[in-house]
């Protein structure tokens, strides 16, 4: 069982091959496809985890498409002050699928 631990937007996650994984908004190259930099890999029983030897390692992966994420509304409110401010966010995502681990 092989599987590596990638950066993917601030957060990491544990992907295998054929894992379908959402992200932050990330640039393709012009095939569709993403580098992502490993921070560990399990080879069945070895595990590294030595920037040294992740350098080598390569995670690949195909963006499926970009869509957005939920809408989440921010509101701030002062009593007797007259104050109150509302304030609307969606992150922009991407889903992609991890091709290969080499």
């Given amino acids: 069982m092989v599987y590596a631990v990638v950066r993917a937007g601030g957060r990491q996650e ?28 399990v080879d069945g029983d070895k595990i590294t985890s030595d920037a040294k030897s992740l350098a080598k390692v390569t995670v690949t992966a195909e963006v499926l498409g970009d869509l957005r994420g939920p809408k989440i509304v921010i509101q701030k409110f002062k009593n007797k002050t007259g104050y109150k401010k509302r304030q609307g966010h969606r992150q922009e995502l991407t889903r992609v699928k991890i091709t290969g681990i080499k």
Wanted: no cysteine.
């Fill in 14 to 41: 544990k992907v295998e091959v054929g894992t379908i994984v959402t992200m932050d908004r990330i640039k393709a190259d012009k095939d569709g496809k993403v580098v992502l930099a490993p921070v560990l890999l």
